[in-house]
């Protein structure tokens, strides 16, 4: 198996990579269980090596079609797809989202259409290709209505993914991402990146601010559950998927106050007591969009799996980055 | 007014045009009623004259920005789009399909949103983004699940416009027109080609072909009420159509069988009996993965109408097309 990572610099990119390294094997043509002879990851900037004979690591424009063209090459037999610019900064620079969330995805099915195997394309996209008036819980079948250029972009993507798929050109699968929480390291330019801040900066000892109001809902995933659905969606088979090649991955309904009150009971008032509340309209206008919980029947079906609950989530998260940094 | 019409050499191009030019006004920026001073109609193939002073025909291909870019200039107030590759000739040549339908689309929303005017924008989409496991009657809200490159390619037009219209670059307007019957003139590659054939052919005294079995589900709108929708689609105010700018058309559910029936009660016994039935399963297949009946309320709601019966619909054609040869 030749496997690509795009976005492989990145947080979930890096994990996955990792993963797959540890895992070792992937499906492929030939059935379950192929090893992993090469692992290429590619971003846009470079990262910490890997440090594996398997990865080789490349850095470039994805939108450059020439230089993708020599990133999926005649042996890669499996995409991981994950590169973007965040919901904010897509909002921020119409373009540049345009580019990468649209154009690069384009080249990389194109590519892919040219290439003598049909790769298996796992395509990241998100929640946020819902919007408008939506029901407390989402029901499956519902009309995607994005309520930013960053859903808008990803919802193309997952209809080129389907009808590459349907063609026979790739054999494509779509996962519609909750918000990831907790990230690690830095806030970005991402929407929802105070899913993440209001519960890693108070247990880094640092303040943090809550731009949304607390009765907010969410629907989270934690990084350790989206790596084992990426994967997951990579092993299916097709045949259940049916005409539509996207899911909806499970995830926790959990509003803010409700994440807040979790941070407590596992780290303490003090610790929660760090965020402060300061009503973003920006923020909580385009947060108020996305729905605050999807019916994931289908997904549960096809075995896909949430986390229990958001205080595992956190206490994942302490176990993942603070015990590694003081250890 | 300023007003382009992609796909002008087209038959509704054309019939929209001389709707247009004998209505005289449109709504602009100052209101209703304003004086349409130039139509634009660009086309891949030019057409008969339309002999106006108001008309402008050019000839060329659409997704070539900088040819479109001369087209549709700082003086450009609203744009009808309605070029495409028809559903069959999008499914037999991919490239072709993704270059008019999808490149092309991107092009001119791209253009407008650098003119210094908003320009209203009606999109013809299709009910062809519909397809898999449908009901009867498609519910409103319903996601799109297109079975063919021109079904997807139509859906990504939909989003590409209302995330233009949202962000204030264009104010846009999709349609999504039902199969459209008795279209004059000759077969063409769309699929549902055959839904004028059978009625055209037989009243013109020539054998037609019935590709498809007789309880297949038309939906359906006659060429005179698809233009109505496309002025009406202009005229609306941008604030009733919220934060989806997709109105699935109203039109007529009839099956096969009933519009056979229909042209036999109009045109007698001996015309209906130039049909002959031979189901191609290539047609066929794709026909059945669209609806044959959508819940349209909405669209009601703004003053979209269908027409009242098939047979009216095959009279207007014989009032439109045949006397106006025999005249």
Redesign the interface.
């Known amino acids: 198996m030749n496997v690509v990572i795009t976005g492989g610099a990145g947080f979930i990119g890096r994990r996955l990579a990792r993963a797959l390294l540890e895992r070792g094997t992937l499906t492929g043509l030939a059935g379950p269980g192929q090893k992993i002879d090469q692992l290429t990851l590619v971003d846009v900037t470079p990262a910490p090596a890997l440090r594996d004979p398997r990865v080789r690591e490349v850095t470039g424009d994805i939108a450059d079609s020439a230089f993708l063209n020599g990133v999926i090459d005649g042996e890669t037999t499996s995409v991981f797809h994950l590169a973007a610019i965040v919901s904010g900064m897509a909002e921020a620079d119409?373009a540049l989202g345009m580019r990468v969330n649209l154009d690069a995805t384009r080249a990389l099915l194109e590519i892919c259409r040219t290439r003598r195997h049909v790769p298996r394309v796992v395509f990241s996209s998100s929640v946020a290709v819902f919007?408008?008036?939506l029901p407390e819980v989402v029901p499956e079948?519902?009309?995607?209505?994005?309520?930013s250029?960053y859903g808008?972009q990803k919802?193309?993507g997952e209809?080129?993914v389907?009808?590459y798929s349907?063609?026979g050109f790739i054999d494509g699968r779509s996962l519609r991402l909750p918000t990831i929480s907790v990230r690690p390291g830095r806030p970005n330019a991402a929407l929802s990146s105070f899913a993440s801040g209001i519960i890693r900066e108070p247990l880094n000892g640092e303040p943090a601010i809550c731009p949304v109001d607390a009765d907010a809902r969410m629907w989270l995933l934690s990084p350790a559950r989206v790596i084992d659905c990426l994967i997951h969606a990579h092993e299916l088979d097709a045949a259940a998927l049916?005409?539509?090649r996207t899911v909806a991955l499970p995830g926790l309904s959990v509003s803010v106050g409700e994440m807040v009150a979790s941070l407590e009971r596992v780290a303490g008032p003090d610790v929660a007591e760090r965020i402060r509340w300061a009503r973003d309209e920006r923020v909580a206008r385009m947060v108020a969009t996305w729905p605050g919980a999807i019916e994931t029947t289908h997904a549960q079906s096809l075995g896909f799996r949430a986390d229990d609950t958001f205080e595992s989530v956190i206490r994942q998260y302490m176990d993942d980055e603070l015990s590694s940094r003081r250890g």
């Not at 079948?141 to 309520?147: C, D, H, I, R, S």
């Open positions: 119409f919007g408008g008036a079948g519902t009309a995607v209505n994005p309520q250029s808008t919802a193309i209809l080129l389907n009808d349907r063609r049916g005409t539509d």
